[in-house]
């Protein structure tokens, strides 16, 4: 079994090592942000976990890889350098960096590359992975429940803060990305029809950055974390908080509420 005091170690020193060497308030600021959202992850997994305790027994090593996943799955954030590049992950892979601290840690191959590919667009993408490949069953089996634990627990945080602490989730990336203010995005609502991911390249309006959250729902991998979703109302208090913009027309707001509910009813 892992410390998770030991990983908490690991994330705190690497934060202050990246912060004592930074002149960038900005950065510091947002790495800031990524220390809460951490621990914020490993109370959602926590929430995760109670609902899938009432249907699933789970293996006590299993669920302590899992939280050091939580707890270490964004420590490369805090060597990005550019505050712009922070937002569009030009500078390198933070997922990548993540990967590379915890393997010279020690940490065992499974939390490894759950935590490489927790970011990847694609969960596919793991399955050309010749570390993975080579494998035994079982070892791939835990490596696939961390990588989608990981991913719905760190979506999951992310589609809850943004209903909780909306003011700043907005401005923060505004002031990244230099959106606007607008309607949605015409592709951003046929992605929606389709329930897929929304696009980050896609992505120029306050609203659309929202909706773009919001098409999380379509990369859940467990029926729990909808209950997690249904417990805070976040999909309607999401929905309520897009009708009420005065920049996205009534045609955006109803396809966006009959490819969810269509989505709901699947």
Same mark, same amino acid.
């Not at 990305?177 to 607008?182: D, H, Q, Y």
């Not at 991911?197 to 909706?211: C, K, M, P, Q, S």
């Given at each position: 079994? &892992?410390?998770?005091?030991?990983?908490?170690?690991?994330?705190?020193?690497? $934060?202050?090592?990246?912060?004592?060497?930074?002149? !960038?308030?900005?950065?510091?600021?947002?790495?800031? $942000?990524?220390?809460?959202?951490?621990?914020?992850? +490993?109370?959602?997994?926590?929430?995760?976990?109670?609902?899938?305790?009432?249907?699933?027994?789970?293996?006590?090593?299993?669920?302590?890889?899992?939280?050091?996943?939580? =707890?270490? $799955? #964004? %420590?490369?954030?805090?060597?990005?350098?550019?505050?712009?590049? %922070?937002?569009?992950?030009?500078?390198?892979? $933070?997922?990548?960096?993540?990967?590379?601290?915890?393997?010279?840690?020690?940490?065992?191959?499974?939390?490894?590359?759950?935590?490489? &590919?927790?970011?990847? /667009?694609?969960? *596919?993408?793991?399955?050309?992975?010749?570390?993975?490949?080579? =494998? *035994?069953?079982?070892?791939?089996? #835990?490596?696939? /429940?961390?990588?989608?634990?990981?991913?719905?627990?760190?979506?999951?945080?992310? =589609?809850?803060?943004?209903?909780?602490?909306?003011?700043? &989730?907005?401005?923060?990336?505004?002031?990244?990305?230099?959106?606007?203010?607008?309607?949605?995005?015409?592709?951003?609502?046929?992605?929606?029809?389709?329930?897929? +991911?929304?696009?980050?390249?896609?992505?120029?309006? /306050?609203?659309?950055? &929202?909706?773009?959250? @919001? !098409?999380?729902?379509?990369?859940?991998?467990?029926?729990?974390?909808?209950?997690?979703?249904?417990?805070?109302?976040?999909?309607?208090?999401?929905?309520?908080?897009?009708?009420?913009?005065?920049? %996205?027309?009534?045609?955006? =707001?109803?396809? @966006?509420?009959?490819?969810?509910?269509?989505?709901?009813? !699947?």
């Amino acid at each position: 079994m &892992y410390s998770l005091t030991q990983a908490t170690k690991l994330l705190l020193d690497s $934060h202050d090592l990246w912060i004592n060497s930074s002149n !960038s308030q900005r950065i510091i600021k947002y790495n800031v $942000h990524k220390v809460r959202h951490t621990f914020c992850v +490993l109370e959602t997994w926590r929430n995760l976990l109670i609902k899938i305790k009432e249907n699933t027994i789970l293996d006590p090593e299993l669920v302590n890889k899992a939280e050091v996943c939580f =707890m270490l $799955h #964004d %420590v490369g954030r805090f060597f990005q350098n550019d505050w712009i590049e %922070v937002f569009e992950n030009k500078d390198y892979d $933070h997922w990548d960096k993540s990967y590379e601290i915890v393997k010279k840690s020690n940490y065992s191959l499974d939390i490894c590359l759950a935590i490489k &590919y927790h970011n990847k /667009f694609t969960i *596919n993408w793991i399955f050309e992975e010749i570390q993975y490949l080579e =494998m *035994n069953d079982f070892e791939k089996q #835990d490596t696939i /429940f961390l990588l989608n634990i990981l991913k719905d627990a760190d979506k999951l945080q992310n =589609m809850i803060y943004s209903i909780f602490d909306s003011d700043s &989730y907005f401005i923060t990336d505004k002031t990244a990305r230099n959106i606007k203010e607008g309607d949605i995005t015409k592709e951003n609502l046929v992605d929606i029809q389709k329930h897929k +991911l929304i696009n980050r390249a896609n992505v120029n309006t /306050f609203w659309d950055y &929202y909706l773009a959250t @919001i !098409s999380f729902i379509f990369d859940l991998n467990f029926k729990e974390s909808f209950r997690v979703l249904d417990f805070y109302w976040y999909i309607y208090k999401s929905l309520d908080k897009i009708e009420k913009s005065p920049w %996205v027309s009534k045609e955006s =707001m109803e396809i @966006i509420r009959k490819s969810i509910e269509s989505f709901k009813k !699947s």
